[in-house]
């Protein structure tokens, strides 16, 4: 069954998800400014931020919190209002509703009963994807990571082997710790860490996973970009330097060609084969 939703059809009341600024006032868009002007009530997910931008543009309207901690509460009373006539605005503190911020339950309960509009404008996604010098298409937008230690390896795990760009939000405080895990699961790819964006110190740190970064400044909220998997030829002179490496940390031979063969995803006839090509050659140098 196919369902279609035509936004713009009828006047009925209406949800609409307005990006916000991500950091310079200037962000906003027209459209933006108009729905806010137009809309009957808005909600936030930090009211003081919000109100900040009405009062920048001089926009008097009643504004209600809308964030993690009260979602559920939320929703009711945003589809009490709907059902009584008002049309809403939704707001995260910076950029769009949904991504990485609340606004994915609302849409989901109510996409089927009343209009919800999209009124798109800043993304720290792009505008960091597009100004890190990283590849920007195709890119994997991940979001905040798992803040567990063990729980966000796992999650890392999971993207490792994608060719694609990869990106994350996290907070200053954790960034670091972030960071030396990204290495320990991907090794030393390119990194990019965007921060401040479209203020005054927009800044971008731009290294190798496995670079020492402690003096960086971790004030604020950061994109953090990963240049994607690159699979590498598995040469001849690979394979026998990974046995060689085993064997030098003290592994048997056949234990070396069996870690060699799992390793690199070639066949164990091969790995031993060309250990006993290399051994004949030595024999006979």
């Known amino acids: 069954m196919i369902k279609t ?14 990006s916000t600024p991500i950091g310079n006032l200037k962000d906003i868009t027209l459209r933006a400014l108009e729905v806010l002007e137009k809309v009957d009530l808005i909600y936030a997910e ?8 009405l009062n920048h543009y001089e926009i008097n309207k009643k504004v209600v919190s809308y964030h993690s901690f009260n979602e559920e509460e939320r929703v009711k009373e ?30 989901r309960e109510i996409k089927d009963r009343f209009p919800v509009v999209s009124v798109p404008g800043a993304s720290a996604v792009l505008a960091a994807v597009i100004s890190s010098g990283l590849v920007p298409e195709p890119f994997t937008f991940v979001g905040f990571p798992e803040r567990k230690k063990g729980k966000r390896n796992t999650q890392l795990e999971q993207y490792k082997t994608y060719p694609h760009t990869l990106v994350f939000y996290e907070r200053g405080e954790r960034v670091l710790d972030f960071v030396n895990d990204l290495f320990l699961v991907y090794g030393k790819r390119k990194c990019v860490l965007a921060k401040e964006l479209t203020k005054l110190h927009e800044t971008y740190y731009e290294f190798t996973l496995g ?8 004030k604020g909220e ?11 030829e598995t040469t001849d002179k690979k394979i ?5 490496e085993f064997i030098n940390k003290g592994y048997t031979k056949k234990d070396a060609i069996n870690l060699t063969s ?7 006839n091969k790995v031993y084969q060309l250990c006993i090509n290399r051994k004949t050659e030595e024999e006979n140098v």
């Open 46 to 53: 930090d009211t003081r931020v919000t109100l900040k931008l």
């Open 211 to 218: 670079t020492n970064i402690e003096n960086l400044n971790f």
């Open 262 to 268: 799992d390793e690199l995803n070639v066949s164990k």
């Open 5 to 18: 939703r035509v936004s713009f059809k009828e006047e009925r009341p209406t949800l609409y998800l307005i």
């Open 78 to 107: 945003v589809i009490n209002n709907l059902e009584n006539g008002l049309s809403i605005g939704l707001c995260t503190d910076a950029g769009t509703p949904g991504i990485s911020d609340p606004g994915y339950l609302l849409v």
């Open 240 to 244: 026998i330097e990974k046995v060689e």
């Open 222 to 232: 950061f994109v953090v970009m990963v240049s994607g998997y690159v699979e590498e």
